[in-house]
């Protein structure tokens, strides 16, 4: 009986006006709650835009009461960031996976495709995801690649909550989305109605937001330091750079000659010199907290390693202030905050520190060079720099304690 409650409250939740008003073209119009986009993998084609209006924020959720059930989709469970939902949603009390979806892996059971899921037998097969029925959840993980997901996106009922893990409503300046993305974005009213969920920063847009743009891996290790220290002054906008590393499950599930263990074992190597995407990512939230555009330099490389993300920034100090000042400023700002911990002096992170949780650590130190400092920012990218912040977020979208199914402790070594 219980479980139905939420289901319920959710479902009902009053989403504002006309504003909700979907008109789709016609391959992504609804028939009942399934999706009807033809969704190939290989469909590159042009598609004219859909049209929406932008819609307002939601009230504030109300607190979940124990036996209240969320039912839970995840689109593209068959990947890194989808499996990792399931993993942390294993012990969560409010929300249960009821429909999970895939692509090339529909039709097969989680277990078939990811064994360490099988110890959560309740969770259901993979569907195809124009069979998904989006009558047996009240809120979903989107978990598809970039481009691939908006669409899919707009054609959600509008009564579900939704968290994308995707870059496609990250950025708020179409021209910007479509110079890096590479084409012209087919959903434009979505994302500017997406909330950009980096968490600790947005937390209370989240909480009454109904669709949350998750950050990329790399913009929450650069975010979750940088961001502070502009907006009180303490660093200055110039002459930031940023030296990132991850491990390869970044870069997905699907197979890649570059991520081949021959070409990634014993050996690293950089990409996207100059060019990576998340550069305007990264620079619209540090432009926003310092009240000015900010250009970042920011190189990221791929070491042999499964999981796994570290951030070195290069930044300099305004007059007058100390690396001790950039410090302390960072251990106030998140002193009440679960999953962001800023070391004490001289302390150095590790991956392994955060391995499999939810947690960033940052540490700062004094370069050698007068003025300069150093901060260093790790996460582990399929946890803080994706699914995990994506339950964070979902978890405040329905009213559930911000930290449900997140405790779980690093693994060390
Ligand atoms: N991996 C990471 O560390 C991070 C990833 N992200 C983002 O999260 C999203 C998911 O990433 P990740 O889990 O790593 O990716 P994966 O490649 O591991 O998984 C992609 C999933 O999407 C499905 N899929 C692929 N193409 C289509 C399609 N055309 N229609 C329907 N389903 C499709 C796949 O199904 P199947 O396998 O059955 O074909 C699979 O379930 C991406 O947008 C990524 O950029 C964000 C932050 C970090
Ligand atoms: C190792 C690797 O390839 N990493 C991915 C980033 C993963 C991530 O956060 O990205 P999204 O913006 O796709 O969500 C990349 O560099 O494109």
Redesign the pocket.
């Known amino acids: 009986m219980a479980s139905t409650l939420a289901a319920q409250s959710l479902s009902s939740a009053p989403i504002s006006g006309a504003a909700h008003v979907l008109q789709c073209s016609s391959s992504s119009q609804f028939h009942g709650a399934r999706l009807t986009i033809p969704?190939?993998?290989h469909h590159q084609g042009a598609r004219p835009a859909v049209s929406m209006a932008v819609a307002a924020p939601l009230a504030k959720p109300q607190k979940l009461q124990l036996g209240q059930v969320v039912r839970v989709g995840v689109?593209?469970?068959?990947?890194?960031?989808?499996a990792e939902i399931a993993r942390l949603l294993a012990t969560h009390p409010f929300f249960k996976v009821t429909m999970m979806?895939?692509?090339?892996?529909?039709g097969q059971s989680i277990a078939d495709v990811f064994p360490h899921l099988i110890f959560k037998s309740d969770l259901p097969d993979l569907v195809a995801?124009k069979d998904a029925d989006f009558n047996q959840v009240d809120a979903v993980f989107c978990?598809?690649?970039?481009a691939?997901?908006q669409e899919i996106v707009a054609a959600i009922p509008k009564h579900l909550k939704v968290v994308d893990?995707?870059?496609d409503f990250r950025l708020r300046d179409v021209n910007s989305y479509a110079e890096w993305y590479g084409g012209e974005h087919r959903a434009p009213e979505l994302q500017k109605e997406a909330v950009y969920g980096l968490t600790e920063l947005h937390r209370d847009e989240v909480e009454t937001a109904r669709l949350v743009a998750?950050p990329?891996?790399y913009p929450t290790t650069v975010q979750l330091p940088l961001v502070p220290l502009l907006q009180s002054g303490l660093i200055t906008t110039e002459d930031i750079i940023i030296d990132a590393k991850s491990g390869v499950?970044?870069?997905?599930?699907?197979a890649k000659e570059a991520n081949l263990y021959t070409e990634i074992a014993e050996g690293m190597n950089s990409y996207g010199v100059s060019k990576h995407r998340h550069m305007p990512e990264i620079e619209q939230g540090l432009s926003d907290a310092a009240g000015k555009p900010v250009q970042i330099s920011f190189t990221p490389h791929l070491i042999p390693m499964s999981r796994g993300m570290q951030s070195t920034i290069y930044v300099k100090l305004t007059d007058g202030t100390s690396v001790d000042d950039l410090r302390n400023h960072l251990q106030s700002f998140y002193e009440t905050e679960e999953f962001v911990k800023v070391l004490n002096a001289g302390v150095v992170p590790h991956t392994r520190n955060v391995r499999g949780s939810n947690y960033n650590l940052i540490s700062v130190f004094p370069d050698r060079l007068k003025g300069r400092a150093i901060i260093i920012s790790v996460i582990d990218?399929?946890v803080k720099?994706?699914s995990g912040q994506a339950l964070q977020n979902l978890n405040l979208m329905t009213g559930c304690p911000e930290d449900c199914g997140l405790l779980q402790q690093p693994m060390f070594p």
């Open positions: 969704l190939s993998r689109l593209g469970a068959s990947g890194y960031t989808g979806t895939a692509d090339r892996k529909a995801i978990c598809l690649p970039h691939t997901t893990l995707s870059a998750n990329g891996c499950s970044g870069a997905g599930r699907g990218n399929l720099g994706a």
